[in-house]
């Protein structure tokens, strides 16, 4: 059974940085995407960036600049380093993960943003 387990969410003021960690149960590079999504409350499910296992990430227009999604393939981790966050950012975080046949995520970190 494949695992994400994520760390390094919390509580940060507005204009604050935090990275997030995704760190899987096998081999990063048995995955075609890996990638963030976030939920707010009362909000669906949103895609904050995804990666192929080379190439360059994809980001959502308010992650842009702000956000930087990095995979460490031979360690097994997907990053997110998200600066001048703000309140809007406030969302559960998933770390996500799929192959041409499985689709895999965690269970989850807070993030809340506030002064």
């Known amino acids: 059974q494949v695992q994400l387990v994520e760390s390094g969410g919390g509580l940060v003021q507005p204009g604050g940085s935090l990275r997030l960690s995704c760190e899987t149960s096998?081999?990063?590079?048995?995955?075609?995407?890996m990638g963030w999504y976030r939920q707010a409350p009362g909000k669906e499910r949103e895609l904050v960036a995804s990666?192929?296992?080379?190439?360059?990430?994809n980001y959502a227009d308010y992650a842009l600049g702000r956000f930087t999604l990095s995979r460490d393939n031979p360690n097994n981790f997907l990053y997110l380093q998200m600066n001048n966050l703000k309140p809007e950012d406030t969302a559960v975080y998933y770390c996500?993960?799929?192959?041409?046949?499985?689709?895999?995520w965690g269970q989850g970190t807070q993030v809340t943003v506030s002064s």
């Open positions: 096998r081999s990063a590079f048995g995955f075609d995407i």
């Open positions: 996500h993960a799929r192959t041409s046949q499985e689709v895999y």
């Open positions: 990666k192929g296992r080379y190439g360059s990430p």
